[in-house]
């Protein structure tokens, strides 16, 4: 590798570790191998490198996510709906520094258009990928109001579960509660 990529997988290396907010140049210097004036050379500014970061950490949570989301799960019982939360679970507990990253992104965001921009794209096609799982289809055969309505709402309990399992593993629903949960909501009497 280059100091480019160098500079890259030090700043990644530290969000994961550190987060955003306490990484500072000498920590993705240290753990790069390179040295300050190489931040200026390739990235323009820590707060670019960061960015770069930022943005391919959301590749990597997108990837862990894609490969949990494709395994078989633990104690299949033929539920799809509780192995889908299932491997949500089991990747938020194996891979809690990419999950809390993707956090932190989102935090970030709120002061960096471009990072805005890209986060933006990628729940847009979030909210797609969800209403195909959720429902079993293509994602091509879903119509636009489907992705605005399953999509988003199985997104915003995936948002919950992630903050839950983050903050209090200890008392975070299991798959089974939020299954369980996700069914009484569709009840009759609960949908006037």
């Avoid at 050379?41 to 707060?47: I, P």
């Avoid at 794209?121 to 209403?131: H, L, N, Q, T």
């Amino acid at each position: 590798m280059g100091h480019r990529e160098d500079l890259l997988a030090g700043a990644k290396r530290s969000l994961y570790e550190k987060g955003y907010a306490r990484t500072t140049a000498r920590d993705i210097v240290a753990l790069s191998g390179t040295n300050l004036g190489s931040i200026g050379y390739h990235y323009g500014s820590t707060e670019a490198l960061m960015t770069a970061a930022m943005l391919g950490a959301m590749e990597d949570w997108g990837d862990e996510l894609a490969r949990a989301l494709a395994a078989e799960p633990e104690g299949d019982d033929g539920d799809s709906v509780t192995g889908f939360w299932r491997k949500v679970i089991r990747s938020i507990t194996t891979h809690r520094e990419l999950w809390l990253a993707s956090v932190e992104v989102m935090i970030q965001s709120e002061h960096n258009p471009h990072l805005r921009a890209q986060l933006a794209a990628g729940v847009e096609a979030g909210r797609r990928g969800m209403a195909a799982l959720a429902l079993g289809l293509e994602e091509d055969q879903l119509d636009e109001a489907t992705v605005r309505s399953v999509g988003s709402a199985q997104m915003a309990l995936m948002s919950g579960v992630v903050t839950q399992w983050l903050t209090d593993p200890a008392t975070a629903p299991s798959a089974e509660e939020i299954a369980a949960g996700v069914r009484a909501l569709g009840r009759p009497g609960l949908q006037e």
